[in-house]
């Protein structure tokens, strides 16, 4: 992990553009710039500024660039950051980071700015982590709980526990210091008290990771029922609407995966719907252990039928639904074809009726969709958990503090109490890189981006 | 062609990244900004500044940035220009491109910023056509072609010209306004001389569009040959060679066209090497109307031989070969398993001996290849029309001058020359923008990508 050198990577990402930034941190980023850029002495700059001029190798004039100017500690990584703008062209944007990778500067690794900018407390694990999944947020949802993690809210809840406890450990490690003395600095009661309500929070946390997954990585949802109901026209149906939304504005679609859609910013996310398609009747078949561990891993499921089956068929199936875990929506399609009494029998067992074909009945179906993920409440000023890293940190802690409670009236093991209490501490400082190794931090940075 | 009100787009290519620029221009580029962004107040700062802070939807949070700052006439447009780095989220991006519109900017239509750059004269119409290029550069010689443009090399060289011109127009301007005196101003041999002069430059810009065409669009080259000669194999050496050296900085490699290689910086384009693979016996089966034409299109061909072939047969293609007028290279495939004599034999045709599938020979190849196209000796200081329209320009400006040379010593027909002088000006101002229409620049502009 060293840092003492210069690192350059572009930012922004590949392919032709109208500009393209590259990205320079550490101690000659500054001058190493200065060596190939004709304009003003950037040396002599102040910080925060913008500096128009050529970007030269030898005699050859490389691109007219912007530079931007950040002496540190004023900057991203706290170290002197030069970010050059200049025309999106991959030929120039090669030739302008081989031409300072030969004056000296590195080729960055994948996160290594996010890295410095941890390292030198720029931001904690935490926040570097939030800043991986804003970069990667394609929703409403998704992108407020990045946010509030980068910003450090999350953090600031963590801080506080771990400060009460931190004063609580010094206190049992005087009194073993005086053990002889069968003196009592650190009240039990207090203690207990504290530790019980950490330990609220802690099942809060991660309790909300359930909320936090979904929301990081979508709600996955299975579409079953009998071949040919309609189950691939009603995807297409919800994805053709979301894809109209998605493309509004041109440039900025993404790369659209494929059985994704986003309500009301929450993603859904159609888990190998074309294996549940195969053996879509699989509420009959209960041999199809492959499918049946699918819908197990599906938040929810979307239960279809044909508006031409036999009523009591269909009563059955619903039945067979009902006795497993996962929530479901039951769906009606081809509606158009239910005479009123029909209609009427469906909406008794609380059916969805609808037309994927002519699209009748989305907006119901969606709100449907929303209504029993149940995120429509969730509190964003709440910290959420997103993170299977985190998650297991706060469980260790808990575990932990655990012991704690157990032993806390045991005066012979004030020993184990200050240990325990110490490994609760260490995994509460995993979590914001307090307490971190270089297996982790490795680990966390090349998941991100290069120029990052 | 509305000149006041503010565009917004996203000028890094779209797509996942650590950073995405959006940029801003027009009168209320930092008053829109202002808005949003919670930091410093954004009217009140120099240009050429870099500011931290939030931009926010109401109370919500959108992202983290960093705005640039450039008060006009000091950017691009000469207009207020602000730019946002913000995450490199898509859906970060759509969002603050969102919300200043819905504050009152405009989505920008492709190219509009530098075509705001030209109509308030920070850029000529051939400067702002060579930043397209620029973006569009691949490679070493299309790059400084495209670079020598946009700085003003070809602009200059066309100024001299037509203030030459336009000083014998004025006064030929006035001999008309003294018609009745009969008193000549402008020197006829001193105008033919100059008229001459010009056509030499015209000629030889004219005439450099050859060359500068193959820069820019590559060098159209034909793989030819009998079926099973290793044809494939040939193209897939060089190109494997090829995408080792474009591949070398992670993350620059840019999205490689099939058959296209780069070898010293010159671009060598395979035009639809399947096709003549099909009807690899092109040379011998004459009635291949399609596939002679490909031939005609190349500028080179690489005709290939096997070693096995009897000889007075390759000597019999190399003769028709020899009767058309496109060059090329003989190449001689499986060379391991020619004899001495047949080697030297070979040789004296000028064959290259390589082995395609083993990559032996594949330098004097590549060395070969550069010779036979002849691109080393350019004078990059010279200017190169690579454009077909200031191609078109120009021959029309020949056109006119020529009128010229024919009247000039025709007493009666001032009046002609007075007009075709003024065409030959009009020609010369098309290509500079000097004298130019809304179709002209719509059909240049529309070209360029959104963001620049």
């Known amino acids: 992990m060293l840092n003492n050198d210069t690192i350059i990577a572009l930012s922004t990402p590949p392919g032709s553009g109208a500009i393209g930034v590259i990205r320079l941190s550490g101690p000659e980023a500054i001058t190493l710039t200065n060596q190939v850029f004709s304009g003003k002495n950037l040396k002599k700059q102040a910080t925060h500024t913008l500096h128009f001029g050529l970007i030269k190798d030898g005699d050859v004039v490389v691109d007219e660039v912007v530079t931007s100017l950040f002496v540190g500690p004023k900057s991203y990584t706290k170290e002197h950051v030069v970010e050059i703008s200049c ?15 030969r004056k000296g500067a590195r080729a960055a690794k994948p996160g290594e ?23 990667a947020s394609d929703s409403k949802a998704s992108h407020e709980v990045a946010m509030q993690q980068m910003r450090g809210g999350f953090s600031n809840e963590l801080k506080d526990l771990r400060e009460q406890l931190i004063h609580f450990a010094s206190m049992i490690e005087l009194e073993l210091d005086f053990a002889e003395e069968d003196v009592e600095f650190a009240n039990r009661d207090q203690l207990r008290t504290l530790v019980q309500r950490i330990n609220t929070v802690l099942q809060r946390l991660i309790h909300s990771f359930e909320v936090g997954n979904v929301i990081k990585n979508g709600v996955p949802v299975v579409i079953a029922g009998k071949p040919n109901v309609g189950k691939s026209t009603l995807l297409n149906a919800l994805l053709n609407e979301e894809r109209a939304i998605v493309s509004d504005i041109a440039g900025t679609t993404r790369d659209t ?8 910013g929450v993603v859904f996310r159609f888990i190998d719907t074309a294996g549940i398609r195969e053996t879509a009747d699989v509420i009959e078949a209960k041999g199809v252990e492959r499918s049946l561990e699918k819908m ?4 929810l499921i979307i239960y279809m039928v044909d508006a031409q089956e036999d009523e009591n068929e269909v009563i059955k199936q619903l039945e067979e639904l009902s006795r497993q875990d996962t929530p479901f929506l039951f769906i009606v ?6 005479s009123i009494a029909q209609q009427d029998f469906y909406k008794n067992h609380n059916a969805l009726l609808i037309s994927a074909k002519d699209k009748v009945g989305m907006d119901i179906l969606e709100a449907s969709l929303l209504e029993k993920v149940n995120l429509s409440n969730i509190n964003t000023n709440e910290t959420l958990v997103t993170n299977i890293r985190h998650v297991e940190a706060l469980k260790q802690t808990q575990n932990s503090l655990n012991n704690v409670l157990e032993n806390i009236y045991n005066p012979v093991t004030s020993d184990f109490l200050a240990m325990d209490i110490k490994q609760a501490l260490h995994y509460l400082g995993e979590i914001t890189g307090t307490v971190t190794t270089d297996d982790l931090l490795e680990n966390i940075f090349t998941k991100f981006c290069i120029g990052k």
């Open 333 to 338: 399609n081809k509606a158009e074809l239910l």
């Open 113 to 135: 700015f996010t890295l410095r900018a941890f390292l030198n407390g720029g931001l904690d694990l935490s926040q570097a982590e939030a800043v991986a999944d804003l970069i």
């Open 87 to 101: 025309h999106g062209s991959n030929y120039i944007i090669q030739q302008i980071i081989n031409l300072l990778i």
């Open 296 to 299: 197990r891993q599906a938040r």
């Open 257 to 264: 995966i494929e059985d994704e859609i986003n309500i009301n």
